[in-house]
């Protein structure tokens, strides 16, 4: 049976989709094109934005970091990605793209107290994020916080998301997945669609190789669906990955973080009706209930 997601779930949840405007909207692939980066896939771009704070990194690093994408993948759009633009310049069209995105989306939103109002404890919370032995969430970290207010959500949004990934990464570990065996368990519990999961880069005979690891060590069957030890294994790497999460709510505190979910009901209503993000994704969110108490 799956947990009862608890608060630090409930605020993924809400912040996901925020976060995740980035990599669909088209004001951003707008800004991407101008650098020069290919846009008729999301990926070119996709690596840019996301591995851009931590630098000029290399693709094993960036492979390393993003976990679940296969290496020739990541080689393919990171070898040549700072030849295109360098990561500074990548940074501010980022920012630039995400002004002109969340403006679209969020209408007359933008500039409301409330909005402001979530973004300063939106902030709060990922400055208390703890981010030693954690890149991607370091990196984001270390960046300056803009001024306006539906940066600033979107920032401290991007924050706790990798914060978070960070930790997931360190409890599939602790599960003992490698990167292709955390997806190919995650599809296993229906998560999504398999051909979901086939857009990060890995081959068909990859794919029926980490099958046969995960049948042999007892988490899926013969047709490749989770057995019940399957089941409680990801549960227990997502229980991981909440309690490794959940410091920055803690720090907020109970009634802020209600307060928080509250105030991010309209903004996440807003990102969803606008139809840029897709209806399944590789991070099983779908399109999970809006909650009302933390």
């Known amino acids: 049976m799956a947990d009862e997601p608890g608060p630090t779930r409930r605020m993924w949840w809400m912040l996901e989709p925020v976060h995740a405007v980035l990599y669909y909207a088209p004001e951003v692939f707008e800004e991407a094109a101008a650098l020069g980066y290919a846009v008729d896939t999301r990926w070119p771009s996709y690596f840019a934005w996301r591995s851009a704070p931590l630098g000029v990194p290399s693709a094993e690093l960036v492979a390393s970091s993003f976990y679940s994408f296969s290496p020739r993948m990541v080689e393919e759009h990171v070898r040549g990605a700072w030849a295109v633009a360098a990561p500074q310049r990548v940074l501010e069209a980022r920012t630039h793209a995400m002004d002109r995105a969340l403006r679209a989306v969020l209408g007359e939103l933008i500039g409301s107290p409330e909005l402001a109002e979530a973004a300063a404890s939106a902030r709060r919370a990922a400055e ?90 007892g988490w899926l069957d013969a047709e490749g669906r989770a057995t019940e030890a399957g089941l409680e294994g990801r549960a227990a790497i997502e229980r991981l990955t909440d309690e490794l999460a959940a410091g920055p709510w803690r720090e907020l505190g109970q009634r802020d973080t209600g307060r928080l979910a509250q105030l991010l009901g309209p903004v996440v209503h807003a990102v969803l009706a606008s139809g840029l993000l897709p209806g399944e994704s590789t991070l099983g969110i779908g399109r999970a209930p809006t909650p009302t108490a933390v």
Not at 202 to 215: F, G, M, P, T
């Open 128 to 217: 208390a994020a703890m981010t030693a032995g954690r890149p991607l969430g370091a990196a984001n970290a270390g960046l300056s916080w803009p001024q306006e207010s539906h940066l600033v959500l979107w920032q401290a949004a991007t924050v706790l998301r990798e914060h978070r990934g960070d930790g997931h990464v360190a409890a599939l570990l602790t599960a003992g997945l490698d990167p292709l065996e955390s997806l190919v368990s995650f599809a296993a519990v229906g998560a999504a669609s398999t051909e979901v999961f086939g857009s990060r880069g890995w081959s068909d005979q990859e794919w029926k190789e980490a099958r046969e690891r995960l049948a042999s060590r």
